[in-house]
C-alpha cells in the first residue's frame, strides 16, 4: 500500500517544487505515466507482491528504462520522461525493500 501511496505523493512533491504554476499539468502528466503499468497485465499472475517488476514486464525493461531517461533531456517529451524516471525509481526501490534486489 506504501508503494502505491508513493507512487502519488511523489509525483506530486517533484510538480510542486520544481514546476512551479504549471504543477498541475506536470502533476497529471506524471500520473498519465502510470500507464505503463499495463504491462502487469501480460504476467501470470497479473500481481504478485513478491515480484520485482524491474527487469520483468517488458516496459520495465532495462533498455526502456533508458529512452526513459533520454526522453528528459527532449524538451517535448521531458514531463513525460520525468515521470516514467519517477515511476521505474519506486519500482526499484520497491524492489529492493521487499525482495532484497534492485531488479529481477
Same mark, same amino acid.
Given at each position: 500500500?506504501?508503494?502505491?501511496? &508513493?507512487?502519488? =505523493?511523489?509525483? +506530486?512533491?517533484?510538480?510542486?517544487? !520544481?514546476?512551479?504554476? %504549471?504543477?498541475?499539468?506536470? *502533476?497529471?502528466?506524471?500520473?498519465?505515466?502510470? &500507464?505503463?503499468? =499495463?504491462?502487469? +497485465?501480460?504476467?501470470?499472475?497479473? !500481481?504478485?507482491?513478491? %515480484?520485482?517488476?524491474?527487469? *520483468?514486464?517488458?516496459?520495465?525493461?532495462?533498455?526502456?528504462?533508458?529512452?526513459?531517461?533520454?526522453?528528459?533531456?527532449?524538451?517535448?517529451?521531458?514531463?513525460?520522461?520525468?515521470?516514467?524516471?519517477?515511476?521505474?525509481?519506486?519500482?526499484?526501490?520497491?524492489?529492493?525493500?521487499?525482495?532484497?534486489?534492485?531488479?529481477?
Amino acid at each position: 500500500m506504501l508503494h502505491l501511496i &508513493l507512487h502519488l =505523493l511523489v509525483p +506530486l512533491a517533484v510538480a510542486l517544487l !520544481y514546476f512551479g504554476v %504549471r504543477w498541475k499539468k506536470a *502533476f497529471a502528466i506524471f500520473i498519465a505515466t502510470m &500507464l505503463v503499468d =499495463l504491462d502487469h +497485465l501480460l504476467a501470470t499472475p497479473i !500481481y504478485d507482491a513478491g %515480484r520485482c517488476s524491474i527487469g *520483468f514486464h517488458p516496459l520495465h525493461e532495462l533498455w526502456f528504462i533508458g529512452i526513459y531517461i533520454a526522453m528528459c533531456f527532449v524538451s517535448k517529451l521531458r514531463l513525460v520522461g520525468i515521470g516514467l524516471v519517477i515511476h521505474m525509481l519506486l519500482d526499484s526501490v520497491d524492489c529492493q525493500v521487499t525482495s532484497g534486489v534492485w531488479m529481477t
